[in-house]
């Protein structure tokens, strides 16, 4: 066992982990913060997907003795806290569609929408149809054509 | 009629007495038994004996509760409940609070999620409820005010006088409470006057989704219910005999318990992690599973045995002949939340926590399991991350329960992804065989012949009474439940002369059930792919032939509308086509028109883990499904379906070899993904004069998959007899077996963007 420590959601935190398990259990079996869903364990379904310092990844393929204390972790609960607003407008425009229908994957989904939204702005684009078809997150409830209109909208106003 | 229950606060209840009204048509072909009394009717039927033990609660903050005897697992029961109770109450949506019932014993047949059935079944008692409530608060709300109800109006929650005094239902909770139980006569708000059903709302959880909040089993903290997971077997159904080492996994960081139940190993640790990588290092001698050394062909060859044969039928001589003979594959149901469960299993008690649709059979299979009476077993019913048939089952209840009690402490129990497609419930393999004779320009006979892997039905009606004859020795009580399921579901549409469809099934010790939408996926593609040959054969087109035929208005009004929608027969460039098909079930109609590209170019896109093969590029749907509650979630549903359809049709099964299933997670499971999926998506909700609503969940995915086989079929020249399309090529190189769930990696930091 060893002291982990990161920011979580803007906040300091520190756990007594083995640093070879998983984030995403020392996230949600130690921290009890349950957003980040587990779907696969091997980064394919990316119900987890979450932030590292603002970008996409999955804390079920990262090793929490690779996180440094200086790493901000934003997982779906801390994504308002970056806008500094209640909702993030990715958020607002799911609830404008009703994306969700079990709901199991849209904390990832949404996670996913907001760092593919600004990768394509990086690469000099607005998302589109193309960048659509590269979201690899899994909805077992078939919403994906309402993902792809709620990320349009939330967007524009990101 | 219903009742004004004995309470602190006003509880009522409704009691259901609703004559059905079955319709028949006249028609050239016989009618079959589903147009007469199908699937909803049974189970409608079945839950009217106790729907009186329905109750809707006024709280003094001038909530409504009610809970809700069914499973929320994301078709939007929840929503469209509460749409009911806020418009026969004339309460504001957000005022209304639904929430899940635990298994309740005394509902018998009325505690069953399946068969699309929720809306068809209840609207009807929760209305009555709620007026009972209503008529109860006018009548305390005119004492109150000093006037009399007829002079009363209500709006949002508020009844008002015509002298402008007002009172709340907050207020008048408690002064509408009746000291005893009375029975009481009502009249339903006529539908003309609907302010919220039949208006789109969104999701009522869509808020504790998009941040979070909505808890799943695995979500909810029960105090010391530490992580579980099990280590399964490397065939399917095999059992572990003895542990090699587990002194030495039980030193492993985090893990506290190991114990031997029949499914596997389970491992209790401080973190699901913990749990893996014990899974991981156990050294476990195993039994053999049930169908050792069997494949997908063995299997077939048992099928093919099993068919019962087509009937060459008296016809002239000079009639021409359709032969099709159609194979679908194992698939798995698995949704994205794995099957999990939270026991608590003390010496005499136990508590479970669990998305569950058939919660009282589960709480009979738990208690039966841990040796304690029902009536010592509470089963909460927690919001499922998707079914589609899976959680008719309790397989991770009763696991849990018995994983508990092998520990003697509580267990947070999770199925690894990998367990899912390689021990969980899949939809049974299956051929379909037809035969139909033409002659003259008229078709003469259709038959159809399914044979099928056989279906799990032992939740029965959701109670233990029929769960357990559906359980009899031999499969032979689930072979007749099969059956009467099959013939209340499956109807041929068409006015095909003589029609006969029959099942037989073979209990070949699979882990099976229904999967969303039950046999008609597969009975309405083979279908619908002989209509559009049958077509062919008259030299007419697809959708003039099939208008031609139908019996049924409704369907005929879906298809036009698709047809118009989606600009049926525009010409299209080679490689490409559009699909049109139809399904009728669940009390409504659906038609899907579909273009599908097949051009090398697209067919072999290069993506990482992934098939992509043809792509669906345009999808429309048109539904008739009766009384409609909510339009918006039932596009959401159609949504859905269609996404289930295309991958029924072109890249989602299992492969069986050597006695197991080669999937384990979704790297090797192709369900729909964004780059499958039409990026030109259309749903129409059809206008309605129905007084009844008909399903949703499930009325989608027939006339999808069927659309998009016909598509294929037409763009490519071929006829595709084995569904998925792709069944035949393994996309993915099978994960070990030994250990039996593979290692989480370790580079995600080089993945991020
Ligand atoms: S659980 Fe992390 S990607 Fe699937
Ligand atoms: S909403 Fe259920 S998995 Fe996406």
Excluded at chain 2, 34 to 53: C, G, H, I, S, V
Excluded at chain 2, 366 to 392: D, Y
Excluded at chain 2, 455 to 470: I, N, P, V, Y
Excluded at chain 2, 558 to 573: C, F, H, N, S
């Amino acid at each position: 066992m060893s002291m982990q420590t990161f920011l979580l959601n803007g906040t300091s935190v520190t756990v007594d982990v083995n640093p070879d398990v998983r984030l995403l259990w020392v996230i949600r079996d130690m921290l009890g913060v349950t957003g980040p869903k587990y779907g696969c364990g091997i980064n394919v379904c990316k119900a987890c997907t979450s932030h590292i310092n603002g970008k996409a990844f999955n804390p079920c393929s990262v090793r929490v003795g690779d996180i440094k204390p200086t790493d901000e972790v934003t997982t779906i609960e801390g994504l308002p806290a970056t806008v500094g607003k209640d909702l993030h407008p990715m958020q607002e425009a799911w609830l404008e569609f009703d994306v969700a229908q079990c709901g199991y994957c849209q904390p990832g989904q949404i996670m996913a929408a907001v760092a593919k939204v600004k990768a394509a702005r990086a690469a000099g684009h607005e998302i589109g149809d193309a960048d659509f078809d590269e979201i690899r997150n899994v909805c077992r409830c078939g919403t994906y054509n309402r993902i792809r209109e709620a990320i349009t909208a939330g967007a524009k106003n990101m | 009629m219903g009742y004004l229950m004995a309470g602190t606060t006003l509880v009522v209840a409704a009691d259901l007495s609703l004559g059905g009204s079955p319709a028949a048509a006249a028609i050239p072909s016989l009618p079959q038994i589903p147009e007469l009394y199908d699937l909803e009717d049974l189970q409608t039927d079945a839950a009217r004996p106790t729907a009186q033990l329905i109750t809707i609660t006024m709280n003094t903050d001038g909530t409504a509760s009610f809970q809700l005897p069914r499973a929320e697992v994301g078709q939007g029961i929840t929503t469209s409940t509460s749409m009911i109770i806020a418009e026969e109450l004339d309460l504001p949506l957000d005022k209304v609070h639904v929430t899940l019932a635990p298994a309740r014993p005394e509902l018998l047949f009325n505690q069953l999620t399946g068969g699309s059935n929720t809306s068809v079944s209840t609207f009807t008692p929760i209305r009555v409820a709620a007026a009972i409530a209503k008529g109860a608060l006018l009548d305390a709300a005119a004492i109150e005010l000093g006037s009399i109800v007829a002079l009363l109006t209500s709006k949002a929650g508020v009844v008002s006088a015509p002298d402008g005094s007002s009172v709340t239902y907050g207020e008048l909770a408690t002064k509408a409470a009746s000291p005893t139980t009375k029975k009481v006569n009502v009249t339903l708000k006529a539908t003309s006057k609907f302010k919220v059903i039949g208006t789109s709302q969104g999701r009522v959880d869509a808020h504790d989704i998009v941040t979070g909040r909505k808890q799943f089993a695995m979500d909810l903290q029960v105090p010391d219910a530490l992580p579980t997971m099990v280590c399964r077997p490397p065939t399917l159904n095999g059992s572990p005999k003895s542990i090699n080492n587990e002194a030495v996994v039980k030193a492993m960081p985090g893990v506290t318990d190991i114990a031997m139940v029949d499914t596997g190993v389970a491992v209790r640790a401080q973190t699901f992690g913990q749990c893996i990588d014990a899974i991981r290092a156990l050294d476990v001698v195993w039994n053999t599973g049930s169908v050792e050394g069997e494949s997908d062909a063995t299997i077939k060859a048992k099928l093919k045995a099993a068919e019962i044969p087509l009937v060459v039928p008296q016809v002239p001589i000079l009639a021409q002949t359709v032969d099709a003979d159609f194979t679908f594959m194992f698939r798995s149901s698995a949704a994205l939340e794995p099957n999990c469960s939270i026991a608590d299993v003390r010496k005499d008690k136990a508590t479970v926590w669990a998305g569950l649709k058939s919660p009282i059979v589960a709480q009979g299979h738990i208690a039966e399991a841990v040796g304690l009476p029902v009536s010592a077993v509470t089963v909460n019913v927690i919001t499922g991350g998707g079914s589609f048939g899976h959680k008719l089952f309790g397989d991770a209840a009763v696991e849990s329960a018995k994983i508990s009690k092998a520990m003697g402490k509580p267990v947070k129990l999770m199925w690894h992804r990998a367990d899912e497609p390689r021990q969980g419930r899949v939809h049974p393999m299956c051929t379909s065989r037809i035969r139909a004779t033409i002659l003259a320009g008229q078709v003469l006979t259709f038959e159809q012949r399914h044979t099928s892997v056989s279906t799990d039905f032992t939740h029965g009606l959701g109670e233990m009474l029929t769960s357990q004859a559906a359980a009899l020795p031999g499969g032979l009580g689930n072979l007749g439940f099969s059956e009467s399921i099959f013939l209340l579901t499956q109807e041929l549409p068409y006015n095909f002369g003589l029609v006969t469809q029959l099942l037989n099934e073979v209990d070949l010790s699979f882990n099976t059930g229904s999967m969303r939408n039950i046999y008609s996926p597969d009975v309405a593609c083979a279908n619908e792919l002989v209509v559009d040959q049958l077509a062919k054969k008259l030299g007419q087109d697809p959708l003039a032939f099939r208008l031609a035929y139908l019996k049924d208005p409704r369907v005929k009004a879906v298809l036009q509308k698709v047809a118009d929608v989606g600009g049926w027969g525009r010409k299209m460039p080679a490689g490409t086509a559009q699909g049109i098909a139809v399904h009728k079930e669940y009390k409504g109609a659906t038609a899907v028109l579909v273009e599908i590209d097949c051009r090398p170019e697209t067919v072999n896109r290069q993506i990482p883990n992934a098939v992509a093969g043809p792509r669906v590029t345009k999808a429309v749907i048109a539904v008739d499904a009766g009384l409609v509650i909510n339009p918006r979630g039932l596009d959401a549903q159609m949504m859905g379906g269609v996404s289930d359809g295309i991958a029924l049709a072109l890249t989602s099964s299992v492969h069986l070899v050597d006695g197991h299933f080669l999937e384990a997670s979704w790297d090797n499971y192709f369900y729909t993904r964004q780059w499958n999926i039409p990026p030109d998506f259309e749903c129409i909700v059809m206008p309605s004069d129905s007084q009844q609503p008909g399903g949703a969940g499930e009325a989608g995915v027939a006339a999808s998959v069927s659309a998009t086989a016909c598509a294929y079929a037409r763009a490519t020249g071929t006829m595709p007899t084995t569904f998925p399309i792709n069944h035949d090529q393994l996309s993915f190189t099978p994960k070990p077996f030994i250990p039996p769930v593979p290692e989480s990696p370790t580079d995600g930091l080089s993945q991020t963007y």
